[in-house]
């Protein structure tokens, strides 16, 4: 089992691309810091350590004992004062392990190092020998408030004429001086350093301590995570708002799509879930979703070739109509039969705008599994879905509204008339489109 | 194919570890030494660093940075300076949208990540812009050869060579020579690369590795531990050198010092091939549970690799075989690796990972077309072999075991046990 958790988050990171980033400065990399400083009559050095994913697992795997791993940094930084080769102890250490990328940790290391007395004006060499040949970022400073290009490992320079600093020697004078003993960092500076790009939505399950209020929170963020999601491309609201307007659909039918956009939505998350977690070992699963993408732009197709013939039907009927009576405003309602606004079409479209699950939402769910937080998950993936209708059929509602005000303006018109049939077409093409869009991925 | 073979003729063939994702030919510096030599590519970075701060739309400094970020790679193994080359050879092109240098230059970033297909692109635009310029022969040959297109790309190798004799073009005759099975072309003409590359550390070092892989893959272990040891000479320390000199240690049966030595390796740059063999020696020593651990983190490996967007499906695949893990996702991973990478090296692990998930019949056609240039590795040879064994043809699989052995006794430290055994039966 905890093999197949494995593969399921790598391949949640197949599917994810956006989700995270790595260590800024690549899954190998062993970073180190050193501030040498004088505070009252005494030299002391804060060092840090920052290991990227891979060592951190290499370290976990040996298990993490901070106590040694502080002697050891001791003695791999050589430092003398005025020739004489400088004892240094460590007196205080911090140890956190922030998060990474595919759910991998990285690991960050503080160490105080208090070192012999400094009674004058004395000179001072340093040299790093820690992790020597790995590679990293590598820097020293001296001086309490001397500036750190990587503030003390926290913010890597992203500029592109900045290569990772590699200074593992140092010399300088040093005197006292009335600075405070250097202290550790402490809470979210020391856990969670600013490098994972995290998505907002992803991030909601890792937290830590679920009180009350962080679920409430969450189930918040969720639903807005959802709503903003809906507005990002490829979720059916050219559909819906094209079917809602070629079928002259009510706000109920919007309110009605909008639950059946959520239930399925849902559904499909558990759906590929549960088909990942049992199949992994004969797909892929990012292969599925060129599948899924081709199987939907067909259904839309289809719905969209649905609308179309009823609304040749009733522009059939219509003119049969008009051989004998004048035409009137507001006949368009109930006249021709309505075949589909009835609950089969409603759940066609519906289900074609919801059936596509969201990578993030499927991290959720997998993030979830592997968290053992399974309850949390789902109903953080309901939240998100139902965030996700919220928007649809808000969109639906905007276009079934601002139609009835087209009818009111009443322009008896050519426009009106046309409209419903216009609407199915887009359908057919937005349907025609992601087929085809689809279709060369798949395999 | 049999017409690339003989515009090769005398000039050319090669070969080699192509699953090793950092086999990036000494393009890169051949571009870099009209610059400067490489070595001494550390100044250089920071000296053009320097003159962009003042000049930042100077494409030829810009392009400069690019190319010797890329050979920082090769030296470091530390692929930070990947998104860095990226961004500088992009500004480049943002400044001269048809600049040779950065384009051919993008072409070898895409090589090195894999992206076979948008490698090629980018060559044959490069080519476009200047069809007279070696280099650009270099990135188109190198995607053609990724992507199994061998007359392209042997001809592509060709006309880079007329063009310019240089260390690049050298090792890639070696390689096309390889391919085609004439190994002792192939190490005649890498030892013109590295007497091209005499004075440079890096690219020394590297003709010096790839020709000690040469003689390895012919079973001349004690004199690959001597090349290998040469190139460490030259340049301390080098992850490739390392591995080469522990894979012949362990050919000689040194399963300790090879241990040493790959470990040197994986705690430098812990690449999953290097992180794999060391396992396969501990598990060869007995130490079930070091190996064990090396395995594992093969697996962290790959998920960071898929999280960043790198395409190593073969080499996952080619892992998960030759351990038996998962057979059956192991054979979905192979055929999308084929997809992207459909050359014999596609053929190769795809027929492999059909054959060990028991699909036999259906690996039979990709182990044969594996060995469709004449290739004479050991390895893909041992491969045919075992396909032939599980259809239970055993006198043709003798027949491939023993040329297997007969090329490299010691081809590899998990399978020349299984050829041995199946020879003597």
Same mark, same amino acid.
């Given at each position: 089992?905890?093999?197949?958790?494995?593969?399921?988050?790598?391949?949640?990171?197949?599917?994810?691309?956006?989700?995270?980033?790595?260590?800024?400065?690549?899954?190998?990399?062993?970073?180190?810091?050193?501030?040498?400083?004088?505070?009252?009559?005494?030299?002391?050095?804060?060092?840090?350590?920052?290991?990227?994913?891979?060592?951190?697992?290499?370290?976990?795997?040996?298990?993490?004992?901070?106590?040694?791993?502080?002697?050891?940094?001791?003695?791999?930084?050589?430092?003398?004062?005025?020739?004489?080769?400088?004892?240094?102890?460590?007196?205080?250490?911090?140890?956190?392990?922030?998060?990474?990328?595919?759910?991998?940790?990285?690991?960050?290391?503080?160490?105080?190092?208090?070192?012999?007395?400094?009674?004058?004006?004395?000179?001072?060499?340093?040299?790093?020998?820690?992790?020597?040949?790995?590679?990293?970022?590598?820097?020293?400073?001296?001086?309490?408030?001397?500036?750190?290009?990587?503030?003390?490992?926290?913010?890597?320079?992203?500029?592109?004429?900045?290569?990772?600093?590699?200074?593992?020697?140092?010399?300088?004078?040093?005197?006292?001086?009335?600075?405070?003993?250097?202290?550790?960092?402490?809470?979210?500076?020391?856990?969670?350093?600013?490098?994972?790009?995290?998505?907002?939505?992803?991030?909601?399950?890792?937290?830590?301590?679920?009180?009350?209020?962080?679920?409430?929170?969450?189930?918040?963020?969720?639903?807005?995570?959802?709503?903003?999601?809906?507005?990002?491309?490829?979720?059916?609201?050219?559909?819906?708002?094209?079917?809602?307007?070629?079928?002259?659909?009510?706000?109920?039918?919007?309110?009605?799509?909008?639950?059946?956009?959520?239930?399925?939505?849902?559904?499909?998350?558990?759906?590929?879930?549960?088909?990942?977690?049992?199949?992994?070992?004969?797909?892929?699963?990012?292969?599925?979703?060129?599948?899924?993408?081709?199987?939907?732009?067909?259904?839309?197709?289809?719905?969209?070739?649905?609308?179309?013939?009823?609304?040749?039907?009733?522009?059939?009927?219509?003119?049969?109509?008009?051989?004998?009576?004048?035409?009137?405003?507001?006949?368009?309602?109930?006249?021709?039969?309505?075949?589909?606004?009835?609950?089969?079409?409603?759940?066609?479209?519906?289900?074609?705008?919801?059936?596509?699950?969201?990578?993030?939402?499927?991290?959720?769910?997998?993030?979830?599994?592997?968290?053992?937080?399974?309850?949390?998950?789902?109903?953080?993936?309901?939240?998100?879905?139902?965030?996700?209708?919220?928007?649809?059929?808000?969109?639906?509602?905007?276009?079934?509204?601002?139609?009835?005000?087209?009818?009111?303006?009443?322009?008896?018109?050519?426009?009106?008339?046309?409209?419903?049939?216009?609407?199915?077409?887009?359908?057919?093409?937005?349907?025609?489109?992601?087929?085809?869009?689809?279709?060369?991925?798949?395999? | 194919?049999?017409?690339?073979?003989?515009?090769?003729?005398?000039?050319?063939?090669?070969?080699?570890?192509?699953?090793?994702?950092?086999?990036?030919?000494?393009?890169?510096?051949?571009?870099?030494?009209?610059?400067?030599?490489?070595?001494?590519?550390?100044?250089?970075?920071?000296?053009?660093?320097?003159?962009?701060?003042?000049?930042?739309?100077?494409?030829?400094?810009?392009?400069?940075?690019?190319?010797?970020?890329?050979?920082?790679?090769?030296?470091?193994?530390?692929?930070?300076?990947?998104?860095?080359?990226?961004?500088?050879?992009?500004?480049?092109?943002?400044?001269?949208?048809?600049?040779?240098?950065?384009?051919?230059?993008? /072409?070898?970033?895409?090589?090195?990540?894999?992206?076979?297909?948008?490698?090629?692109?980018?060559?044959?635009?490069?080519?476009?812009?200047?069809?007279?310029?070696?280099?650009?022969?270099?990135?188109?040959?190198?995607?053609?050869?990724?992507?199994?297109?061998?007359?392209?790309?042997?001809?592509?190798?060709?006309?880079?060579?007329?063009?310019?004799?240089?260390?690049?073009?050298?090792?890639?005759?070696?390689?096309?020579?390889?391919?085609? /099975?004439?190994?002792?072309?192939?190490?005649?003409?890498?030892?013109?690369?590295?007497?091209?590359?005499?004075?440079?550390?890096?690219?020394?070092?590297?003709?010096?590795?790839?020709?000690?892989?040469?003689?390895?893959?012919?079973?001349?272990?004690?004199?690959?531990?001597?090349?290998?040891?040469?190139?460490?000479?030259?340049?301390?320390?080098?992850?490739?050198?390392?591995?080469?000199?522990?894979?012949?240690?362990?050919?000689?049966?040194?399963?300790?010092?090879?241990?040493?030595?790959?470990?040197?390796?994986?705690?430098?740059?812990?690449?999953?091939?290097?992180?794999?063999?060391?396992?396969?020696?501990?598990?060869?020593?007995?130490?079930?549970?070091?190996?064990?651990?090396?395995?594992?983190?093969?697996?962290?490996?790959?998920?960071?690799?898929?999280?960043?967007?790198?395409?190593?499906?073969?080499?996952?695949?080619?892992?998960?075989?030759?351990?038996?893990?998962?057979?059956?996702?192991?054979?979905?991973?192979?055929?999308?690796?084929?997809?992207?990478?459909?050359?014999?090296?596609?053929?190769?692990?795809?027929?492999?990972?059909?054959?060990?998930?028991?699909?036999?019949?259906?690996?039979?056609?990709?182990?044969?077309?594996?060995?469709?240039?004449?290739?004479?590795?050991?390895?893909?040879?041992?491969?045919?072999?075992?396909?032939?064994?599980?259809?239970?043809?055993?006198?043709?699989?003798?027949?491939?075991?023993?040329?297997?052995?007969?090329?490299?006794?010691?081809?590899?430290?998990?399978?020349?046990?299984?050829?041995?055994?199946?020879?003597?039966?």
């Amino acid at each position: 089992m905890k093999k197949l958790l494995v593969v399921l988050v790598a391949a949640t990171a197949l599917l994810v691309p956006a989700a995270a980033s790595a260590h800024p400065l690549g899954n190998f990399t062993i970073n180190r810091f050193a501030r040498v400083e004088v505070a009252g009559h005494r030299l002391y050095v804060r060092y840090v350590l920052d290991l990227a994913e891979i060592p951190t697992y290499q370290a976990r795997q040996d298990g993490v004992d901070p106590a040694a791993y502080a002697r050891r940094v001791a003695r791999g930084l050589h430092v003398t004062v005025d020739g004489r080769p400088a004892v240094l102890r460590p007196i205080a250490r911090a140890l956190a392990f922030p998060r990474g990328v595919a759910g991998l940790r990285t690991m960050r290391l503080e160490v105080i190092l208090r070192g012999p007395a400094v009674e004058g004006t004395e000179s001072l060499t340093v040299h790093d020998t820690n992790y020597a040949g790995r590679i990293g970022w590598k820097e020293i400073v001296v001086g309490a408030d001397t500036h750190s290009l990587s503030d003390e490992l926290h913010a890597y320079p992203k500029s592109l004429l900045q290569s990772p600093l590699d200074v593992t020697r140092a010399r300088a004078t040093v005197f006292p001086t009335d600075a405070p003993v250097p202290q550790l960092s402490a809470g979210s500076s020391l856990e969670a350093p600013d490098r994972v790009a995290d998505g907002g939505f992803t991030k909601l399950i890792g937290r830590r301590h679920l009180s009350a209020l962080v679920i409430l929170l969450s189930l918040a963020a969720a639903l807005f995570w959802g709503a903003a999601h809906a507005l990002s491309p490829g979720h059916g609201k050219t559909i819906v708002t094209a079917y809602l307007v070629g079928r002259r659909g009510t706000p109920r039918d919007a309110a009605v799509l909008g639950l059946i956009v959520t239930v399925t939505h849902t559904i499909g998350v558990f759906a590929l879930g549960l088909v990942t977690l049992a199949l992994s070992q004969w797909i892929v699963p990012e292969t599925l979703y060129p599948w899924l993408n081709a199987v939907a732009g067909f259904s839309v197709v289809l719905i969209g070739a649905a609308v179309l013939r009823a609304r040749v039907r009733d522009w059939l009927h219509l003119r049969a109509h008009r051989h004998g009576h004048a035409h009137h405003h507001g006949h368009d309602h109930g006249h021709a039969p309505e075949p589909g606004t009835g609950f089969r079409g409603l759940l066609a479209v519906g289900i074609s705008g919801g059936a596509l699950p969201c990578p993030s939402a499927l991290v959720v769910l997998l993030a979830a599994v592997s968290l053992h937080r399974l309850a949390f998950g789902l109903v953080l993936i309901v939240a998100f879905s139902l965030g996700l209708a919220l928007t649809i059929t808000g969109i639906g509602l905007a276009a079934v509204l601002a139609r009835s005000a087209f009818g009111r303006r009443s322009f008896d018109g050519l426009v009106l008339r046309l409209l419903p049939a216009v609407s199915a077409v887009v359908i057919v093409v937005a349907g025609v489109a992601m087929t085809v869009r689809a279709l060369p991925k798949v395999r | 194919m049999s017409a690339a073979v003989l515009t090769l003729g005398g000039a050319f063939r090669s070969g080699g570890a192509a699953a090793a994702p950092d086999r990036l030919p000494a393009g890169v510096a051949e571009e870099l030494q009209r610059g400067f030599a490489a070595g001494d590519t550390e100044a250089e970075i920071a000296g053009l660093q320097g003159e962009l701060r003042l000049r930042p739309r100077d494409t030829k400094a810009l392009e400069t940075l690019g190319l010797a970020y890329l050979q920082r790679v090769r030296e470091t193994g530390d692929a930070s300076y990947y998104p860095k080359a990226d961004g500088v050879l992009h500004e480049a092109l943002a400044v001269e949208p048809r600049d040779l240098i950065a384009t051919a230059g993008l /072409g070898q970033l895409a090589l090195a990540r894999h992206q076979f297909r948008r490698a090629l692109t980018l060559g044959l635009r490069a080519r476009s812009i200047s069809p007279t310029t070696a280099g650009v022969y270099g990135v188109v040959g190198d995607a053609e050869i990724e992507l199994g297109h061998y007359a392209q790309a042997f001809a592509a190798f060709d006309r880079m060579t007329a063009l310019k004799p240089s260390v690049a073009s050298y090792a890639r005759v070696s390689y096309a020579r390889e391919l085609i /099975g004439d190994t002792a072309g192939a190490a005649r003409a890498m030892e013109l690369a590295s007497s091209a590359a005499v004075g440079e550390h890096e690219p020394y070092a590297w003709t010096r590795v790839q020709l000690g892989l040469l003689q390895l893959s012919t079973g001349r272990a004690a004199a690959a531990a001597r090349t290998m040891r040469l190139a460490l000479a030259s340049f301390p320390g080098y992850p490739f050198a390392l591995d080469g000199l522990a894979q012949s240690e362990a050919a000689l049966g040194q399963l300790r010092r090879a241990r040493t030595l790959e470990s040197q390796a994986v705690a430098r740059v812990p690449l999953p091939q290097y992180v794999s063999f060391l396992g396969d020696i501990e598990a060869a020593l007995g130490d079930r549970a070091a190996a064990a651990r090396q395995y594992a983190l093969i697996g962290v490996i790959e998920r960071l690799l898929a999280a960043n967007g790198v395409r190593n499906d073969l080499d996952i695949a080619l892992f998960d075989a030759d351990h038996g893990r998962n057979p059956a996702r192991t054979v979905a991973l192979a055929r999308k690796g084929y997809l992207e990478r459909p050359s014999i090296v596609g053929d190769d692990v795809l027929g492999w990972a059909l054959a060990r998930a028991g699909h036999c019949t259906e690996a039979l056609p990709y182990s044969t077309r594996a060995l469709r240039l004449g290739t004479k590795d050991a390895l893909k040879i041992f491969h045919r072999g075992y396909v032939a064994a599980c259809l239970g043809r055993t006198a043709e699989a003798r027949t491939y075991y023993r040329r297997s052995l007969a090329i490299n006794p010691h081809f590899s430290i998990l399978w020349a046990r299984v050829a041995r055994k199946g020879a003597s039966s």
